[in-house]
């Protein structure tokens, strides 16, 4: 049963970096046939697909923003991570780390999702 | 981007009802639409995967039918661990978009 959870801090400061990282367990990253995805959620809102990740290193980014966000894969961890710059209030959100099967087109599964706040 | 819009936004049902949800894409995506049932503090859970097919586990109360441009999702029996938001997401051209979701309460 594949596991993810993410990890980094819980509040940043305006103008910065918030990075988070994703650990799997269960299943291999470079084992293919999935996209490891970075979701966002904000306060009472929807859902908000901030990019995707293969475990060669190809990116998918949303373009909305795609000048802040940079994903990268960690095989010999099994993680991948997320970096957004120059955050503001805007990006408050819960992010959630998720596998998506690239056969069935879904996710199928899901890490139990951080909330990141941002402020001073 | 490709737009998902869905209605109702919410829905008041009792247990034992029927209930469908559509999902509307801003263009056509073939059969690329998943289905999920977020509940409050929870991820969301994969329900139908392709337009149509039941991810294993789920029950077979809940089915999902379309392609192109416009897709159900149907409860058929509304049972009381059922009340939670209903997603749709379409996979067909990055970046993946997901609808404004369906929040199904009790009536």
């Known amino acids: 049963q594949v596991q993810l959870q993410e990890s980094g801090p819980g509040l940043v400061k305006p103008s910065q970096t918030l990075s988070l990282t994703c650990t799997v367990s269960?299943?291999?990253?470079?084992?293919?046939?999935?996209?490891w995805s970075w979701i966002r959620q904000h306060p009472g809102k929807g859902l908000e697909c901030i990019g995707y990740?293969?475990?060669?290193?190809?990116?998918f980014y949303n373009p909305s923003l795609k000048s802040r966000v940079t994903i990268s894969v960690d095989t010999s961890k099994n993680q991948f991570s997320l970096k957004l710059s120059s955050v503001t209030a805007a990006d408050t959100a819960v992010y959630y780390c998720?596998?998506?099967?690239?056969?069935?087109?879904?996710?199928?599964?899901w890490g139990q999702g951080t909330l990141v706040t941002v402020s001073s | 981007d490709i737009q998902m819009t869905q209605s109702p936004s919410s829905v008041s049902a009792s247990v034992g009802d029927r209930v469908t949800i559509t999902c509307r894409a801003s263009?056509?995506?073939?059969?690329?639409l998943t289905w999920y049932q977020q509940k409050p503090g929870k991820a969301p859970k994969v329900l139908i995967y392709?337009?149509?097919n039941l991810q294993s586990g789920v029950p077979s109360r809940f089915s999902g039918s379309g392609s192109g441009t416009d897709f159900t999702l149907t409860i058929s029996s509304l049972q009381p661990e059922d009340f939670a938001t209903y997603y749709c997401?379409?996979?067909?051209?990055?970046?993946?978009?997901f609808g404004p979701g369906t929040k199904v309460d009790i009536k």
């Open positions: 998720a596998r998506f099967e690239v056969m069935t087109s879904g996710i199928d599964s």
């Open positions: 269960g299943a291999s990253i470079s084992s293919g046939g999935y996209y």
């Open positions: 990740i293969y475990y060669t290193g190809s990116t």
């Open positions: 263009q056509g995506i073939s059969s690329w």
């Open positions: 392709a337009a149509s």
């Open positions: 997401q379409q996979a067909n051209s990055f970046p993946f978009t």
